[in-house]
T-cell receptor, first 111, second 114 residues
Framework: EDQVTQSPEALRLQEGESSSLNCSYTVSGLRGLFWYRQDPGKGPEFLFT???AGEEKEKERLKATLTKKESFLHITAPKPEDSATYLC????????????FGGGTRVLVKP | GAGVSQSPSNKVTEKGKDVELRCDPISGHTALYWYRQSLGQGLEFLIY????????KSGLPSDRFSAERTGGSVSTLTIQRTQQEDSAVYLC????????????FGEGSRLTVL
């Protein structure tokens, strides 16, 4: 069974204090790894797709990287508007087309 | 509308009652998912529809849960004889094809079972 574990569960940052979120996964044949952002009371919003080890994607202050066992979401010089829960998910052929999500990391950026 | 629409946004019901949750996907999206998110938890897969194929029901937690998708568009998730442990936010998502993990989520239906 596919497993996704995210750490830490919660992260408090000062504005401008860069940090990284971890997503460890166990799947039988990774089709893709996905990062989402979720604001309180809202549905998740897609950020990135990563397909193979060594791949990197960037968007504003966020950069996602992928290895064979884990993915990192780096937040560079965060701003208060980056406060959200960040979710990681994997998709594997053996599981059909469903996405298996991790528990998320709640990020709070204080001004 | 431009996004995935879910209704009701909030539903409070008594234990033992049946509830129906509705999802209007983005026009043209052939794949539709239902997920459940309990307080402070990640997303739990419930069911997946792709075009006219048989749905993947592997995530439904019990036979009290069922879902249908009519005309390849609107979907309804039905929970019969609700229990307190069914309290959660039920999220619907759609996408062009299930082969992509770029899902477009609605804002969810918050279900509270008293």
């Amino acid at each position: 069974e596919d497993q996704v574990t995210q750490s830490p569960e919660a992260l408090r940052l000062q504005e401008g204090e860069s940090s990284s979120l971890n997503c460890s996964y166990t799947v039988s044949g990774l089709r893709g790894l996905f990062w989402y952002r979720q604001d309180p009371g809202k549905g998740p919003e897609f950020l990135f797709t990563l397909y193979s080890a060594g791949e990197e994607k960037e968007k504003e202050r966020l950069k996602a990287t992928l290895t064979k066992k884990e993915s990192f979401l780096h937040i560079t010089a965060p701003k208060p508007e980056d406060s959200a829960t960040y979710l990681c998910a994997v998709q594997a052929p053996a599981a059909g087309n469903k996405l298996t999500f991790g528990g998320g990391t709640r990020v709070l950026v204080k001004p | 509308g431009a996004g995935v629409s879910q209704s009701p946004s909030n539903k409070v019901t008594e234990k033992g009652k049946d509830v129906e949750l509705r999802c209007d996907p983005i026009s043209g999206h052939t794949a539709l998912y239902w997920y459940r998110q309990s307080l402070g938890q990640g997303l739990e897969f419930l069911i997946y529809f792709q075009g006219n194929s048989a749905p993947d029901k592997s995530g439904l937690p019990s036979d009290r849960f069922s879902a249908e998708r009519t005309g390849g568009s609107v979907s309804t998730l039905t929970i019969q004889r609700t229990q307190q442990e069914d309290s959660a936010v039920y999220l619907c998502a759609s996408t062009f094809s299930g082969a992509t993990g770029e899902l477009f989520f609605g804002e969810g239906s918050r279900l509270t079972v008293l």
